[in-house]
């Protein structure tokens, strides 16, 4: 992860961390990075937070001022920005939000021509420009060129591109909806304009929640990251399903007929058992990350399918399964990526295709999501001075294998470090939470009885 860039783009809290002088000069350098060789053209997509429109028009702007034609989708989803980037031939996508974040925070995520997530070297190029020295072509570039003239970029709206993902969205489903009341919690983010249109095109008797954003209330309990609002609405309206998105839909948690969550992990086993019935998963393989909970990889093992572990980060799921071919992965927090259709996560594709299967099964979502006991899980985290210290003290390390012999196959530990703060996170799964927490503590007394604690 570079300086202002993490696994998820440049975020910050609005005009302080992440301001608008920030996304002028970042359109700047995209504008001019883009266009060394021809015109280039740009597309940008935001969320319903209120900060979303100053950097719209900021980083809008400056793309512009460096020679590049923006072409704006408005409040629209980051899987949407990452489709129409690839489907309409654009050298760049950018997307602005801060996901599931409260409303004033604020991110910039960058796509590529294939609507795939930015890579590591423009990134750096970009971070370099931000802080005034980017070299590149064999000189120094402490600032780069306006464009003049009739070389100057043009601002134009593209809601066109918005309607044909959600057009794309709906050739994908294979059964109608008609007959399934389905819940549908948007957040009062994206997906409020796109998700409740597509479920009721193809038949559903739609029912959504937080669909009035005022650019202060996205992901206010709502949404995937408060799903108990929507799990009381399932039951008291008497739902088949429901689905949660995040502020910019990339993330999709669901609720069966019960009102019970069923999370990214079940979600993943779901659809991919779905896959192998069917002879479609051809690497038989789900990509997790390490913080999946242990419930899956026993049901996969069950089930007979096999999984790979990644840090934790869409991203980094995703690189996992363009090396390794795989068709389906994601995290437990309902970033779920389907690599035949999409570059990145997108909940409302997932909605669509767990409501597939529950309509080739016949079965309602509880009877699908059963096989995966979810186990206990207990994350402690401690703030320390050294992250590589703390975890190779051999102490501290003979206190996390002898939780792990204490588990064996019942459970699992696993300590990681904080990829943006000085933070050693202690995770336990086991069959109580008891037990659990006991465990979990244990490894974090000696961490801190070791001197490794931050005061």
């Known amino acids: 992860m570079g300086k202002y860039f993490g696994t998820d783009g440049f975020r910050g809290a609005a ?70 980037t690839r489907v309409d031939g654009f050298d760049c996508g950018v997307m602005i ?56 970029g ?12 959600m057009g794309y969205l709906i050739s994908l489903a294979v059964y109608s909806f008609r007959g399934k009341k389905v819940a549908l919690d948007c957040a009062n983010g994206s997906a409020w304009a796109i998700a409740p249109d597509v479920f009721r095109a193809l038949g559903a008797d739609v029912k959504a929640i937080n669909t009035q954003p005022d650019g202060l209330n996205i992901n206010l309990d709502a949404g995937s990251t408060h799903i108990d609002g929507l799990k009381r609405f399932v039951k008291e309206n008497g739902c088949d399903v429901g689905f949660a998105f995040d502020g910019d839909a990339d993330r999709c948690l669901a609720v069966d007929e019960n009102g019970e969550l069923v ?36 049901a996969l ?21 363009v090396k390794g071919g795989h ?12 690599s035949k259709y999409a570059r990145t996560g997108d909940g409302i594709l997932t909605a669509l295709k767990v409501m597939e299967v529950m309509l080739a099964r016949k079965l ?8 995966v006991t979810i186990y206990p899980q207990v994350l402690i985290n401690i703030r320390v ?20 012999d204490e588990l064996g196959d019942t459970g699992r530990i696993l300590v990681r470090e904080s990829g943006t703060e000085p933070l050693v996170r202690v995770m336990v799964e086991a069959p109580g939470k008891d037990q659990c927490q006991s465990l979990a503590q244990g490894v974090v007394d000696v961490i801190r009885a070791r001197g490794h604690e931050a005061v």
């Open 327 to 338: 068709r389906i992965g994601g995290e437990q927090s309902g970033h779920i990526i389907l």
């Open 263 to 298: 999370d990214g992990d079940r979600i993943m086993y779901v659809y991919s058992r779905y896959m192998k019935e069917r002879g479609k998963l051809l690497t038989n393989t789900v990509v997790t990350t390490v913080m999946s909970n242990f419930g899956l990889y026993k």
């Open 385 to 404: 001075k050294d992250k590589q210290a703390a975890q190779e003290d051999p102490a501290v390390k003979a206190a996390v294998e002898a939780v792990a």
């Open 154 to 165: 043009s601002i134009v709206d593209h809601t066109a591109g918005r309607n044909r993902y």
């Open 301 to 321: 093992d069950e089930a007979g399918i096999g999984y790979a572990k990644t840090r934790v980060g869409d991203k980094y799921v995703y690189e996992e399964m």
């Open 15 to 84: 005009n302080e961390g992440l301001t608008a002088d920030h996304a002028y000069r970042i359109g700047r350098f995209l504008g001019w990075y883009y266009g060394r060789s021809k015109k280039p053209s740009i597309v940008v997509g935001k969320d319903t937070r209120r900060s979303s429109y100053m950097l719209e028009y900021a980083i809008s702007a400056g793309m512009a001022a460096s020679g590049a034609d923006v072409y704006l989708l408005h409040v629209t989803t980051t899987p949407s920005v990452s489709y129409v």
């Open 97 to 152: 939000s801060a996901s599931h974040n409260p409303f004033w925070d604020n991110g910039i995520k960058l796509f590529n021509r294939e609507g795939e997530k930015m890579d590591e070297g423009t990134i750096r190029l970009l971070e370099d420009y931000l802080d005034g020295c980017l070299e590149l072509d064999g000189q120094p570039w402490p600032e780069v060129p306006f464009a003049t003239k009739e070389h100057i």
């Open 364 to 371: 309602p979502l509880s009877r699908l999501a059963e096989p």
